[in-house]
C-alpha cells in the first residue's frame, strides 16, 4: 500500500480503507472475531520497524520503484505504527512490546506516547494495553465523574467472562490502590449500586445444561409481584444471579404470561439510572452481539461521534464477537457497521481541524476489526 506523505482529510480516509485488503477476512479461528493471529509474526521484526518508523524510516513502505520510504525524514510514520499494531493479536501486542523492551531498554507504549498525540495516541495507548488495564480504566472513568456507571460500567462488568473480569478488578485494585466494590459502593446509589456490586462479585450461576422449568416460573412469578415498592432486591437477584441462558427463557416466557415484555414492566417501575441499568442487562443477556450492536450505532449517532465508545467496543470485541456484532448491525439499521464507520467519519474528516488525527483513528477502527463490507452481503 502506498499513501502519499501530507495528503490529508477525506481523500487520505479513502485511499486508507481502499487498501485494507480486507475483502477475504473471516472469522479468527475458533471465535467469531475478526481479528485473527498473525501467522508470520515475528516480535523482532515488528519491533526493528517500529523503531524505524518511530524515526519516520520505514522500508516496507516505500512507493513502488522507489529506493526510499515516503516517510523518511519527514516524522513518525504512524500508518506504520498502525500497520503493525493493528495486524497482530492482543497477545501478539503484548510479545513485541516485551521484545522492545528487551532490545532498547524502553518501554514501547510510552515511547509510542512520547511520538504521538491526540485520539491516535489514545488508541495506540488501548492497543497496547492489556484487555484487563483498559477495562479497569474505563471502568473508573465510568465511576468516577463521568456519569455512565449505568452504561460504562455496566458494560464491562455484565459482558466480559468470569476470568476476565476478576483480572479487571485486581488490576482496578493494583492501579487505583482502592477495590472497585468500594467506588461503585461512593459513587452509585438505589438499585443501580446494588446491581453493579452483585455484577462485580461474580456470582452468576453457570449453565448447567439442564432446563429446570420450576426455577423460571419462580423467577417469572416473583417478577411480577416484584411490580410494587421496595421490592427492589428481587430484580437484583433473578438479573445478577440467574445464567443467560436462563435468563433468555425467564424473559421469554415473562412476555407470554404477561402480554407484554419484562423492559415495559421496567420502564412503569424504574427511573433513571436505575431504569437504563435494567433495560442495558436486559439488551445484554438477550443478545449480546445486538446490545453492542445498538452501542455502535449510537455513538455513531451523536453531534461528535463518541470515539471512546467505538475505540472501547470495536477493541475489546475485536478477537471475541465483532462478527456477530455486524451481522446484528446491519440487520437492525439496514446498512454495514463498515460503511456507517466510512461515512460518519469521513464526513467528520472534512471539516473538523483535527482531521489529522482522526484520518488515523479511522484507519484503525476499520483495520483492526476487518470492517470489510463484504461480509453479511456488503
Known sequence: MSVTHGKMGLSL??????????????????????????????????????????????????????????HLGSGVDRIAILDVLTNRSREQRQLISRAFHERTQQDLL????????GNLERIVVALLQPAAHLDARELRTALKGSGSAEDVALEILATRTPPQLQECLAVYKHNFQVDAAEDIKSETRGILRDLLLALAKGGREAYTGIIDYNLAAQDIQALKQAEGPSTERTWVLVFTQRNPEHLVRVLNQYQWYTGHELEKTVRARFHGAAC?????????????????ADKLHQALQETEPNYQALMRILISRSETDLLSIRAEFRKKFGKSLYSSLQVRLGWFLTWSPR????????????????LENSWVSG
Open 13 to 70: 480516509t479513502q485511499e486508507i480503507l481502499s487498501h485494507l485488503g480486507l475483502a477475504n477476512k473471516t472469522a479468527a479461528w475458533g471465535t467469531l472475531g475478526t481479528l485473527r493471529t498473525f501467522l508470520s509474526f515475528s516480535a523482532d521484526k515488528d519491533v526493528q520497524r517500529l523503531l524505524k518508523a518511530i524515526a519516520g524510516q520505514d522500508p516496507d513502505r516505500a512507493l513502488p520503484g522507489s529506493r526510499a520510504s515516503p
Open 276 to 292: 437504563v441499568a435494567l433495560l442495558n442487562l436486559a439488551s445484554v443477556i438477550r443478545n449480546t452481539p445486538l446490545y453492542f
Open 110 to 117: 510510552k515511547s509510542l506516547q512520547a511520538a504521538l498525540s
Open 355 to 370: 482531521a489529522s488525527s482522526f484520518t488515523s483513528t479511522l484507519h484503525t477502527v476499520g483495520h483492526i476489526h476487518g
